[in-house]
T-cell receptor, first 114, second 113 residues
């Protein structure tokens, strides 16, 4: 069975600092991995998606994530945080028990300090 | 722009009074999903339709029902809302199949008085 673990329910960084949000996955088959962002009172928006084409995936808003099979990780990074990055971030993996479903991590709330 | 639309954005209902939330999509996707999301939690899948095939999650209460009259529309019916059903309800769509991205609507926040 697939699963994802997000380390840190809340991360706080200063504006301009590096953002690192951690995600580890468990999958018996090559996974499809996603990062979604959710702003307050809004739906989820896809940031980026790993499909095995490249281990470093670039997404919207300057975010990127690196797939590391040896570490079973898919951490999300951004070199310089902006106030507008404050949001909830969810890592997710395809649920192979049902091709149409994905499994979400518990989420990480990112706060940006001025 | 192709998109997923949810109406209304905010819905207030009374304890025990049936309520229907609606979702429409212009993406022509095969799959439509309904999620429940409570504060500071991940979305929880309630059920999904793959075309006309309904797939209910094992732990979805009987109080929650869904209808998909055509490709574009899907409805979430809560037959007798309780205080614990107050949440954000998210609709999403995808083409279906492994690795397909789910596209989310803006959500409907339900308040139960």
């Amino acid at each position: 069975a697939q699963s994802v673990t997000q380390l840190g329910s809340h991360v706080s960084v200063s504006e301009g600092a590096l953002v690192l949000l951690r995600c580890n996955y468990s999958s018996s088959v090559p996974p499809y991995l996603f990062w979604y962002v959710q702003y307050p009172n809004q739906g989820l928006q896809l940031l980026l998606k790993y499909t095995s084409a490249a281990t470093l995936v670039k997404g919207i808003n300057g975010f990127e994530a690196e797939f590391k099979k040896s570490e079973t990780s898919f951490h999300l990074t951004k070199p310089s945080a902006h106030m507008s990055d404050a949001a909830e971030y969810f890592c997710a993996v395809t649920d192979y028990s049902s091709a149409s479903k994905i499994i979400f991590g518990s989420g990480t709330r990112l706060s940006i300090r001025p | 722009d192709a998109m997923v639309i949810q109406n209304p954005r905010y819905q207030v209902t009374q304890f025990g009074k049936p309520v229907t939330l609606s979702c429409s999509q212009t993406l022509n996707h095969n799959v439509m999903y309904w999620y429940q999301q409570k504060s500071s939690q991940a979305p929880k899948l309630l059920f999904h339709y793959y075309d006309k095939d309904f797939n209910n999650e094992a732990d979805t209460p009987d109080n929650f029902q869904s209808r998909r009259p055509n490709t574009s529309f899907c409805f979430l019916d809560i037959r007798s809302p309780g205080l614990g059903d107050a949440a954000m309800y998210l609709c999403a769509t995808s083409r279906g199949g492994n690795g397909e991205t789910q596209y989310f609507g803006p959500g409907t926040r339900l308040l139960v008085l």
